[in-house]
């Protein structure tokens, strides 16, 4: 059996169409089992086929991330044989991004996406009939390579970020990716506009509190700033700058008597 074709039922039930019978997306056949073996090649409906012009599904913009996944390397390179099942299985998808309120949770869940095909040789192969070598080895040049795979989404690097959208789906090619550390590592950490970006996170991440930095399993280096040091600091420096001037005074006068 093709072990991308079994279906887990304890993350089918996981999912956000667990209420839906099989028969609902697949054909009849499906009640019969073993299933036909006919029935692998039936196509799978895409996210725009039930929730396109839907109002109820409005907040979720099906169709503006439509537009930008088809300016997407893997749109670019694979057309309409990259559906949104290459990423988002429908037995199991799950928006951990909009209801998590866990960083690492939300890291995971997406990386997973992602390492599915990319860290798996035989089904990159299978989508995009060639080889290629391991993530690690690909991002041999990134410092500290674990915790960011652990902490970081693929995608913060490998998208263009559009503010309108919650997550990108406009995945860059490589050359394009973003290289440099104070893309992340800064006080307008990029990070602000994508993976902060959620409401049950944008709090924590905007927190300057110690308890805040403290809380933020997702803390970056660079792009927190905690409130009160910074004016303890300004205090420190200023009175640093007073002291200076009162004892170059003191010793003017003293040197003129």
């Not at 928006?95 to 995971?108: L, Q, Y």
Request: proline share 3%; aromatic share 10%; glycine share 4%.
């Amino acid at each position: 059996m093709n072990p991308y074709l079994i279906i887990d039922t304890i993350q089918l039930r996981n999912g956000v169409h667990h209420n839906f019978d099989c028969t609902d997306c697949h054909s009849y056949d499906y009640t019969t089992y073993p299933h036909i073996a006919t029935l692998k090649l039936e196509p799978m409906a895409t996210c725009l086929d039930c929730h396109a012009g839907d109002e109820s599904f409005a907040k979720y913009e099906f169709e503006k991330i439509d537009e930008e996944f088809q300016k997407s390397v893997h749109y670019k390179d694979y057309g309409d044989n990259f559906t949104c099942a290459k990423c988002h299985n429908q037995h199991y998808y799950s928006p951990s991004a909009r209801n998590s309120s866990s960083v690492v949770e939300i890291v995971e869940y997406s990386n997973k996406m992602c390492l599915s095909c990319h860290n798996d040789m035989k089904k990159f192969s299978l989508v995009s009939g060639e080889a290629k070598p391991t993530v690690v080895t690909i991002h041999d040049w990134l410092p500290n390579q674990e915790l960011h795979f652990q902490h970081v989404r693929c995608i913060e690097c490998h998208t263009a970020v559009e503010d309108d959208l919650m997550v990108s789906h406009n995945v860059l090619s490589k050359e394009n990716a973003v290289r440099r550390c104070a893309e992340c590592h800064s006080a307008n950490s990029m990070l602000k506009a994508s993976l902060y970006k959620y409401q049950n996170l944008q709090e924590r991440a905007e927190d300057g509190t110690v308890l805040g930095m403290l809380s933020n399993e997702n803390y970056v280096i660079g792009s927190h700033q905690i409130p009160i040091l910074k004016i303890i600091s300004l205090i420190i420096f200023f009175g640093t700058l007073a002291g200076i001037a009162i004892h170059l005074t003191f010793r003017i006068i003293i040197k003129k008597k």
